[in-house]
T-cell receptor
Framework: EAQVTQNPRYLITVTGKKLTVTCSQNMNHEYMSWYRQDPGLGLRQIYYSMNVEVTDKGDVPEGYKVSRKEKRNFPLILESPSPNQTSLYFC?????????????????FGPGTRLTVL | SQQGEEDPQALSIQEGENATMNCSYKTSINNLQWYRQNSGRGLVHLILIRSNEREKHSGRLRVTLDTSKKSSSLLITASRAADTASYFCATTKGIGNSGGSNYKLTFGKGTLLTVNP
């Protein structure tokens, strides 16, 4: 079954304790992204990756790191989490459409990770 | 700043009625996508419309795109209680430079649709 998986689904942690949220897709997609969703603010892109070893900042990258060593995995790392990073996080993947900019096609979203930083 | 902005923020209708949601954006785009989200769940793709298309249909969904007005609309016909969800538009914009390609995908804040039985 084609899917995007995220782990963990729920996490409560304390300020400053490094954590990693994993994301994996089995569709051989080029593009992968991380978003955070907060009430009243919609989805905001944190980081994205157009292919292996190619990553770039989204709208709210501060306090986050990512890596794309393999095509299927795109972990999100919080080196020193703070309470303002309490949020609902989504990973998404897509293939690229044909064309000069290879704009992303349909985004497939993971189920979300609800993170609370105390 | 948000590229896509949905309007209205919330919409409440009766089952059987049509629901129309709008999305406006600021700069030229490659494509525009509509997504649905049930409370706290992942987003589910509904329709993608490319910048050179004007209208697309999928079942009870109809999406239009007016690039001159930089706006799109999502129409859900004969709504059902199960259509209750948040609906988001997302715009993709090429940020090309020599020797490579890049893109920007931006979601709006969404429209909360409530369909009353």
């Amino acid at each position: 079954e084609a899917q995007v998986t995220q782990n963990p689904r729920y996490l409560i942690t304390v300020t400053g304790k490094k954590l990693t949220v994993t994301c994996s897709q089995n569709m051989n997609h080029e593009y992968m992204s991380w978003y955070r969703q907060d009430p009243g603010l919609g989805l905001r892109q944190i980081y994205y990756s157009m292919n292996v070893e190619v990553t770039d900042k989204g709208d709210v990258p501060e306090g986050y790191k990512v890596s794309r060593k393999e095509k299927r995995n795109f972990p999100l790392i919080l080196e020193s989490p703070s309470p303002n990073q309490t949020s609902l996080y989504f990973c998404a993947s897509s293939r690229g459409l044909a064309g000069p900019y290879r704009a992303p096609d349909t985004q497939y979203f993971g189920p979300g990770t609800r993170l609370t930083v105390l | 700043s948000q590229q896509g902005e949905e309007d209205p923020q919330a919409l409440s209708i009766q089952e059987g009625e049509n629901a129309t949601m709008n999305c406006s954006y600021k700069t030229s785009i490659n494509n525009l996508q509509w997504y649905r989200q049930n409370s706290g769940r992942g987003l589910v793709h509904l329709i993608l419309i490319r910048s050179n298309e004007r209208e697309k249909h999928s079942g009870r969904l109809r999406v239009t795109l007016d690039t001159s007005k930089k706006s799109s609309s999502l129409l859900i016909t004969a709504s059902r209680a199960a259509d209750t969800a948040s609906y988001f538009c997302a715009t993709t914009k090429g940020i090309g430079n020599s020797g490579g390609s890049n893109y920007k995908l931006t979601f709006g804040k969404g429209t909360l649709l409530t369909v009353n039985p």
